[in-house]
C-alpha cells in the first residue's frame, strides 16, 4: 500500500505526522511526505529515511494577512497546493491530510478516488469538549507523537484495508 502524507503548517504539524509516516512504513506501508519547504522541517523526514516533496511556501515567510489583499494571496497560496499534492499522489492507494493541507489533498482524493483521511494530533480537543481532563492532557502531550502514531497509523491501515477494493490476479 503506498500512502501520501500531507501536511501545511508548523512543526506540530509536520512532527507528528512524520510520526505517523514511520509507524506506517513500520507495518509494511511505502509512504512519503509533503510538507513545507523549510529547512527545520526539511531535515525531520531525511532523518528518519521518509521521502519529503516541499509543499507551498515557506511557513517561515507567512505572516497573518493584514489586509483583504493579503487574505486574498493566501488563500491563493492554499489552492495552489493542489498541484504539488496530485502529483505527489500519483499511484497512491490513500492519502492523509492535517494541518492546512487538508484544502487540497481532500480534492486530490476525491480526483484521484482514494480514500482520504484527516488527521489531527493534538490533546486541546479533548480538553475543550471537558474541562476535567485539563491535568490529564498535559501529562499526555508527550505521548501523543509516539503512541498516537502507533495507535493512528494501525486504525489507518485497518480501516483503508476494509475499503481498498480487492486486487485481481
Avoid: W
Avoid at 493579503?70 to 499534492?85: C, F, I, K, N
Avoid at 488527521?119 to 503512541?147: H, V
Amino acid at each position: 500500500m503506498q500512502v501520501l502524507l500531507t501536511t501545511y503548517g508548523s512543526r506540530g504539524d509536520v512532527e507528528p505526522m512524520l510520526g505517523l509516516a514511520v509507524r506506517l512504513r513500520e507495518l509494511g506501508a511505502e509512504v512519503r511526505m509533503c510538507a513545507p519547504p523549510d529547512e527545520e522541517f526539511a531535515k525531520l523526514p531525511a532523518g528518519a529515511g521518509v521521502p519529503l516533496l516541499p509543499l507551498g511556501p515557506a511557513m517561515g515567510t507567512m505572516a497573518r494577512p493584514s489586509t483583504a489583499a493579503d487574505a486574498s494571496r493566501r488563500v491563493s497560496q492554499l489552492a495552489e497546493l493542489y498541484d504539488t499534492v496530485i502529483a505527489a499522489a500519483e499511484g497512491c492507494d490513500a492519502l492523509v491530510a492535517g494541518g492546512l493541507a487538508h484544502f487540497a489533498s481532500r480534492s486530490v482524493a476525491e480526483k484521484l478516488g482514494v480514500p482520504y483521511r484527516y488527521a489531527t494530533f493534538c490533546s486541546y480537543l479533548e480538553t475543550a469538549l471537558n474541562p476535567g481532563t485539563a491535568a490529564r492532557a498535559g501529562a499526555r502531550a508527550a505521548t501523543i507523537r509516539t503512541d498516537g502514531a502507533e495507535v493512528a497509523a494501525k486504525l489507518l491501515l485497518d480501516t483503508l484495508s476494509r475499503e481498498r477494493p480487492p486486487v485481481s490476479a
